[in-house]
């Protein structure tokens, strides 16, 4: 069956610290991985997108691996800080040819939370 | 430039109603695609609508119904109401297509109580 898992527990980490989530999937040929970051009781909001025939892509503090043959994606928190306790969500990129378009479908998320 | 919005921000409904949700999308948008996420868990996919179509549905029950209207927002009916629809529902905007050219845009999603 296809599956996404992120870790369900959550990481607790120091301020300062390297903050590193992972998303791993089973059966599943994604063209695209998205991470999103959710607050409590707001909708997700769009961090980075990664495409298949790249391994990795930075913004700002933010890093994505993508592994295609070990079927992970790696999310780096580089200087972590309070703010950026959230929920962290990936999200594969399924082409659906009867519709034409990609369906992001979620993962369940890990929380982060980030200790001063 | 305003981006995804949704009402109401919050719903209590009873077993057996109906209810429908509402979402405008970003501007410049013109696809509308609705989730729904329960507690704990990651968004799930109900359905995608373009072009006024319904054009990709996930697996959800025909109680989920959608529409979209000439100005692309778009409404989330449910019927014949459960305790298990009870969640945050999630409405994204995106451009055609998706995929690398248009990562979703949420809105604060209407968070739906069924008793």
């Known amino acids: 069956s296809q599956k996404i898992e992120q870790n369900s527990e959550a990481l607790n980490i120091q301020e300062g610290k390297t903050a590193t989530l992972t998303c791993n999937y089973t059966?599943?040929?994604?063209?695209?991985l998205q991470w999103y970051r959710q607050d409590p009781g707001r909708g997700p909001v769009f961090l980075l997108l990664?495409?298949?025939?790249?391994k990795e892509k930075r913004k700002e503090r933010l890093k994505v691996t993508f592994d295609t043959t070990l079927k992970q994606s790696l999310f780096h928190i580089t200087a972590s800080q309070p703010a950026d306790s959230a929920t962290y969500l990936c999200?594969?990129?399924?082409?659906?040819?009867?519709?034409?378009?990609?369906?992001?479908?979620f993962g369940r998320g890990t929380s982060l939370i980030v200790h001063p | 430039d305003a981006g995804v919005t949704q009402s109401p921000t919050h719903l209590i409904k009873t077993r057996g109603q109906q209810v429908t949700l509402r979402c405008s999308p970003k501007?410049?948008?013109?696809?509308v695609s609705w989730y729904q996420q329960a507690l704990g868990q990651g968004p799930q996919f109900i359905f995608q609508y373009y072009e006024e179509e319904e054009r990709q549905r996930g697996n959800f029950p025909d109680r989920f119904s959608g529409h979209q209207f000439p100005n692309y927002s778009s409404e989330l009916n449910v019927n014949a109401l459960l305790l298990g629809d009870s969640a945050l529902y999630l409405c994204a905007s995106s451009l055609p297509g998706g995929g690398g050219n248009s990562p979703l845009h949420f809105g604060n999603g209407t968070r739906l109580t069924v008793t």
């Open positions: 059966n599943y040929s994604p063209a695209y």
């Open positions: 990664i495409r298949e025939n790249e």
């Open positions: 501007s410049g948008h013109d696809t």
């Open positions: 999200a594969l990129d399924i082409f659906h040819a009867s519709g034409g378009s990609y369906i992001p479908t």
